[in-house]
């Protein structure tokens, strides 16, 4: 039976869900102006002196918007991943992105809300929500990349005490040294069949047999990555996040938030750059004119926000389609939303930089670190590749080359 593309099925967006509620707006100017009082500076100093963005995530945690997103019961905001992506956003915008706000409380706060037992979620989301406690997120491993059919971490019952022991290497996890816990994607055996389910478990930092070993990056970020080493890390049974045979539907409900946060992390980064462009273009005169009145800067410039806004719609249906309860919906929009405003980012800052000239690699100006940053999003959590190969099977019934 030939598979229907899956842009033939319905996806109802919520009645206008294009337009931004005037608490989503008051929401996106109190965030802003919270990031302003930071600024970029503040951002390059703790990036350049090995400190961490600890004064404006704490800040950001008790005025709440860094638990915007999770259930009222549990601290939260009540909101949902709107909210949490404007938060993110107008951060960026202002030269402040924190990019832990991708895996805590948009990846882990969403999987344990949603799936979690009654007592994970009073032990770990009250501290998501107001910033006390930070959650890392670990699925990569050295030979599965974006594949995660292929991870190799395994758990495995100590049937004497109910213990879970779990077995395995993880790489390029942000912010393991900061962050509590982590939530660990590893596999277990199903008993019926012998092959391997994914499942999600919650490590503390210190717990025996769980290393890290730092990551070193060319990127500029205060946030360092990690690969991790487990080596028969025992967990008690109640470290197993929901239902062991619902993990790989668990999996994907935190990857969609994870997507819709790099969309915004790229939309805010794309916005910093823009905003400096445009203000170094009104300004800077070299003939009669400012060198924003010709039209080979005004043009790329124009184009740069012209598609910083497409990718932003995009990201607002991702969203309205998730806060909706539309899981299938929002996984293509998620990965569309991303492609695009990953692909909006490195333009802009591109653009930017090279409006300012020799400018825009100096030090002063402070633009020309964002361009290894801009790649982020292209990059990771997957590949514009991977996401083209999403939509052509998923989104266009294509058949697979692999």
């Known amino acids: 039976m030939t598979a229907v593309p899956h ?9 206008n869900a294009l337009i931004e509620s005037g608490e989503l707006a008051d929401l996106r100017a109190s965030v802003a102006a919270l990031a302003r009082s930071y600024g970029r500076a503040y951002f390059q100093t703790v990036t350049r002196e090995g400190r961490h963005t600890d004064a404006l995530w704490a800040e950001a945690g008790k005025l709440g918007f860094l638990g915007v ?8 905001g009540g909101g949902g991943m709107r909210e949490l992506w404007a938060v993110l956003e107008e951060l960026g915008a202002q030269g402040c992105p924190l990019l832990m706000m991708v895996v805590s409380p ?36 050295p030979d599965a990349g974006s594949n995660s059919h292929r991870i190799t971490t395994t758990a495995r019952r100590d049937e004497a005490t109910g213990d879970w022991l779990l077995t395995g290497r993880k790489i390029y996890v942000s912010g393991v040294d900061i962050a509590q816990d982590t939530l660990i994607v590893g596999r277990t055996e199903d008993a019926r069949t012998g092959t391997l389910k994914p499942c999600l478990f919650v490590v503390p930092r210190d717990t025996p ?3 890290r ?5 060319e990127l500029q970020a205060p946030e360092k990555q990690f690969e991790l080493v487990l080596d028969d890390v025992r967990l008690p049974a109640d470290a197993l996040v929901g239902d062991e045979d619902a993990g ?19 939309l805010g980064m794309g916005r910093y750059a823009l905003t ?16 924003g009145a010709h039209q080979a800067i005004a043009h790329p410039l124009a184009q740069a926000h012209i598609e910083l806004e497409l990718a932003r719609l995009m990201t607002v249906k991702a969203a309205a389609l998730y806060d909706a309860g539309d899981d299938t919906g929002a996984g293509e929009a998620a990965n569309m939303a991303k492609y695009a405003a990953a692909e909006a980012n490195i333009k802009a800052v591109d653009q930017a930089v090279h409006t300012l000239g020799g400018n825009g690699l100096s030090t002063e100006y402070g633009l020309a670190a964002l361009i290894n940053a801009a790649r982020v999003a292209r990059i990771a959590p997957v590949s514009r590749e991977m996401i083209l190969n999403y939509v052509s099977h998923q989104s266009l019934g294509l058949p697979k080359s692999y």
């Not at 997103?69 to 939260?76: A, K, S």
Request: glycine content about 10%.
């Open 213 to 217: 070993n730092l990551i070193p990056m």
């Open 209 to 211: 047999g769980f290393v």
């Open 69 to 76: 997103n999770l259930p009222e019961e549990y601290g939260g």
């Open 276 to 291: 400096r462009a445009v203000e170094y273009a009104k300004v800077r005169t070299v003939w009669k004119q400012p060198v």
């Open 7 to 15: 842009a033939a099925a319905s996806h109802v967006l919520p009645q």
């Open 248 to 266: 790989l539907l668990q999996l994907f409900a935190g990857l969609n938030p994870e997507r819709i946060m790099t969309a915004a992390f790229a």
């Open 106 to 141: 948009a990846i882990c706060g969403t999987v344990i809300a949603r799936y979690g037992t009654e007592e994970q979620k009073r032990r770990w989301l009250p501290g998501l929500a107001d910033g006390t406690r930070k959650m890392a997120f670990g699925i990569t491993e």
